[in-house]
């Protein structure tokens, strides 16, 4: 299995990762053992996952959702699939 993932670190930022074990990144996380930026900003808790084919689909994901607005990124987490291509027009702002 491999997984894209977003989380809600303490700041109420959020990170994107991919990973072939979601539950042993999560502790990396939590333990300071992952990315620098989540290090930082620790406790984090998994706000979004999903199952990809494989590690190259779920990288590709990860980097498509790195450039996504705030706005788009919790759309998607709260799974309003149907707003994710209005946050996608071209100079959409959110006004937050």
Not at 1 to 19: A, F, H, K, N
Not at 22 to 38: D, F, I, Q, S
Not at 45 to 58: C, G, H, M, P, Y
Request: contains cysteine.
């Amino acid at each position: 299995m491999t997984w894209v993932y977003i989380l809600e670190c303490s700041d109420r930022s959020y990170y994107t990762g991919s990973t072939v074990d979601l539950e042993r990144r999560l502790v990396e996380h939590n333990e300071g053992l992952g990315a620098n930026y989540t290090r930082e900003r620790r406790p984090v808790r998994i706000v979004f996952a999903a199952e990809t084919d494989s590690i190259a689909t779920a990288f590709e994901w990860e980097k498509k959702i790195q450039g996504w607005s705030r706005a788009k990124k919790l759309a998607l987490i709260e799974g309003r699939l149907s707003d994710l291509p209005v946050l996608s027009a071209r100079g959409y702002r959110s006004g937050a």
